[in-house]
């Protein structure tokens, strides 16, 4: 058990491996256990299921905040839904319950799931680690199961079951680990306080860089150009381009990128034009690629609901992420 708690401090790195030459071997295996393709044999549905209670998922490893941030994980979470989808300023989140590997660390109340057919090995459930989650990091669905016990949140970790000191350390190291979750909801919580009073907004991240714009936009900054257009501009439209100029829209240009990009929002959505000649290609939150028009040394994309899209182009070394709201 020593080996558990030593996998959940250290990073997996090869430079903390180095320090611990002795577990280096079990936490290895430790690590092949969380192998997402070892997961993926134990999976009885390969198409996305609808989002619904009692189901297990794969969580991402990777994801970009509403903030513009990258949180990474250094192996994945298992999940077990156990509410209905609900929404938190017009964004899908569930609750959840950690799903773990690590059924040596039970306790007699803990609850134990000894059938491996279900996601590849027994697992605990951690009923006193219940964490909400926004379902957009709910990667791929691995199994179903239904908890026995009754649970509410982490009441069973505030003194009612006696705990060795290895199993006190295993629940504060799987609720610290659990941030990666609920961040989600805490960074959206914070976007939307800063997009308090705007019609929509888009968070543009490349290159480690992170800006945000509004409607209607009230600080410039500096290195950024652009501009926001209101609805009754008088002319008559001559392309889809300058129709959307009626409609109100934020033009961006960062003197890193090689192209402008306008972001409109009307009654169907939004669009999304990418001023440039080359090819560029454009992927929803779930990497499906989007069909552009292309036309006079640009591209539009539309209509698009909200939600995270990726930008792609042979005029940049990185994609650019893009999120509407």
Known sequence: MNTIIQFLKDNTTQEKMKKFN????????I???????NIAQSRHVKLRPKIQPNQIWLIKNEYLDFLGNTQKTSHPFLVL??????????????????????VEM????????????????????ETWNEQPVLTEILDEYVG????????SGQETFSGQETLTSMQWEFRELEISRAKYLNHTIIALLSFADNNTNKEFSATISFSGKTKFL???QENLST???????????????????????????????????????????????FALVVFTADNVELFDPNNVKINGLSHDE?????PLAKGLYTINSKQIQKPITIRLK
Do not use: W
């Not at 179903?144 to 649970?151: D, G, I, N, P, S």
């Not at 008088?234 to 003197?255: G, V, W």
């Open 144 to 151: 179903y199961y239904e908890v026995k016990q009754t649970f």
């Open 214 to 216: 509004y409607y209607p």
């Open 223 to 269: 290195n950024i150009h652009y501009s926001v257009h209101e609805p009754e501009v008088e002319y008559l439209p001559k392309n889809k381009s300058d129709a959307m100029l009626q409609d109100k829209h934020i033009s961006y240009f960062d003197k890193t990128l090689p192209f402008e990009i306008n972001i409109e929002k009307n009654g169907d959505g």
């Open 298 to 302: 640009q591209t539009v994309f539309s």
């Open 22 to 29: 002795t577990l280096a071997k079990d936490i290895e295996d």
């Open 106 to 125: 039970a306790t007699e109340q803990d609850e134990i799931c000894s059938d491996a057919s279900i996601i590849g090995f027994p697992f605990l459930v």
């Open 81 to 102: 839904i156990t509410s209905d989808i609900d929404e938190i300023d017009e964004e899908k989140f569930v609750r959840t319950l950690i799903v773990s590997p690590f």
């Open 31 to 37: 690590n092949q256990l969380f192998n997402s393709q």
